[in-house]
């Protein structure tokens, strides 16, 4: 009989003693004829599966799914114990009018005069009225198509319709500029689209912006609109915004109503807004504020795991900045299980897009997707019905560990990523690129937002050796996105390195 390991109960586990364990990943790095050549190998019937298995053995995956006995009954979507409201915040009505909304939220800002913004000219409909505002490519915006960074899936998908968070937008007065490029299909956290143009950064047209939501945090960095919406199911809002130096949101899911985004049929995608600054990310979220009937729910060793040091150094800085301004108090906290939970994750997000993407694919359309999500789909492919339910066994055990540190923590605080924006091969441009080791640097922070639901914020908070943003996430309980807001907006105002990207255009001077 084969070695089979049995796991302690969450509960029972003595979180004191918890050690981290970075679990790097092994996989190659490869573009151009390379990428090519082991696309063809495998989607061959036989050899592609032997290379999955050897790669899904070097990293443990199939040890955890199919070796490991999981206690937990399966947690097949967030389940948020009961939270109590925090003292000195304002509810805002999520059935009310989203105008109402905004109104509420702009009251509660400092420094703001309604009568001397509406001074010689028409009542606006709400602060957001006139607001230019991109859309990522997977969220409906009628009547442009929603082709989620391909080149045909408008052929097999029409849109005949906003989607709820873009008709809310609209009804705030907001300018639509049109739709934003984006990673294809969300398959991967770089940015790069061989397809329609690879998003440049910024800040250096040679690095990547990260992604997937590549266009509007390069949209919003640029200066060309005040904010953009974005998905983020992996990340995908909050590390192009870290990578940019702009401040994304990942709301609690089931927060915002997500129907109308290419899949929204998922358990860890929200839809959350980029902006240029807090405030601006605060006024957007009580625009589109309101979930769906369906989603209304009872719903430091780590620290320094980065590639680039200066990271956590930045990081470190604005933390003791903000215990020496503001009194807070910085405790080290060990989250067990990180490599388990990135397994979940990767089973979890990476089923509910094939099971989205499978029913478009017919008549040959799969072979128009490019070559990086060719290679995803056959690992997509690989897992089981057996595989699903163990993710989902673990992510049960995510979530009692985070609640738990809870207990003793208001916000558990990280570097947005473990690099600051990569650089953008020249190979890559052409046939796109597969590289694990970056998506695994980009993504060693997200889990806990997309996973088991959590809202967590990235605001900037400097730059590195070569000027590159580097950002800060702020992770909280359950629905308590006013708590990271208050320090994402304490945490801008501390910064002192504010600089302009090399590609900026003032729209109001226009230049």
Request: aromatic share 6%; proline share 6%; glycine share 8%.
């Amino acid at each position: 009989m084969g070695k089979k390991n049995v796991m302690l109960p969450a509960n029972q586990v003595d979180l004191t003693k918890v050690k981290y364990d970075p679990g790097e990943i092994q996989a190659p790095n490869l573009s151009g004829s390379w990428l090519r050549m082991f696309v063809m190998l495998i989607e061959m019937p036989l050899i592609g599966s032997v290379i999955v298995a050897y790669l899904k053995k070097r990293n443990k995956i199939q040890q955890m799914l199919r070796e490991t006995v999981i206690p937990e009954p399966p947690m097949f979507r967030p389940e948020f114990p009961l939270q109590e409201q925090e003292l000195g915040v304002v509810c805002l009505k999520e059935d009310g009018k989203s105008q109402d909304q905004v109104d509420s939220c702009i009251r509660c800002l400092p420094q703001y005069d309604p009568a001397s913004a509406t001074a010689n000219r028409r009542k606006p409909v709400s602060a957001l009225d006139g607001i230019f505002m991109a859309i990522k490519d997977d969220i409906d915006c009628y009547p442009h198509p929603s082709k989620g960074g391909t080149t045909w899936f408008d052929e097999v998908r029409t849109v005949d319709k906003d989607a709820v968070c873009v008709s809310k937008l609209r009804s705030c007065g907001v300018i639509l500029v049109g739709k934003a490029n984006m990673h294809e299909f969300g398959q991967g956290t770089t940015g790069n689209n061989p397809s329609n143009g690879t998003t440049r950064n910024p800040h250096d047209a040679e690095r990547y912006t990260g992604g997937s939501s590549s266009g509007p945090a390069a949209i919003v960095a640029s200066g060309i609109c005040s904010a953009a919406l974005g998905t983020d199911g992996g990340g995908s809002v909050r590390i192009p915004s870290s990578l940019c130096c702009v401040v994304g949101l990942k709301t609690t899911y089931g927060r915002t109503d997500i129907k109308g985004a290419l899949h929204d049929g998922g358990t860890l995608e929200i839809i959350g807004p980029i902006a240029s600054s807090v405030e601006d990310v605060m006024l957007v979220y009580a625009a589109i504020l309101g979930a769906s009937p369906a989603d209304k729910l009872s719903l430091s060793p780590w620290f320094n795991d980065v590639y680039s040091p200066d990271i956590s150094t930045k990081c470190e800085d604005i933390l003791t900045l903000l215990s020496q301004t503001h009194g807070c108090k910085v405790v080290e906290v060990v989250i067990p299980e990180l490599h388990q939970a990135r397994t979940s994750h990767l089973v979890s997000i990476d089923s509910e897009a094939l099971a989205s993407i499978t029913p478009n694919c017919q008549s040959g359309n799969d072979k128009k997707f490019t070559l990086d999500t060719h290679t995803n789909l056959a690992l997509f492919r690989s897992f089981t019905a057996s595989d699903y339910v163990a993710a989902q066994r673990l992510r049960r055990r995510v979530m009692y560990y985070h609640m738990e540190i809870f207990k003793t923590v208001d916000v558990i605080v990280t570097p947005m990523t473990g690099m600051t924006a990569p650089l953008i091969h020249t190979s890559a441009l052409e046939t796109g690129e597969t590289n694990l080791k970056v998506t695994g640097n980009l993504m060693r922070f997200i889990l806990a937002g997309n996973l088991i639901g959590l809202p967590a914020i990235s605001v900037p908070v400097g730059y590195d050796k070569q000027g590159l943003p580097i950002g800060l996430q702020i992770i909280g309980r359950p629905w308590d996105e006013a708590t990271i807001l208050r320090l994402a907006a304490a945490c801008e105002a501390l910064r002192s390195e504010i600089k302009k990207p090399a590609s900026y255009f003032d729209i109001l001077k226009g230049r």
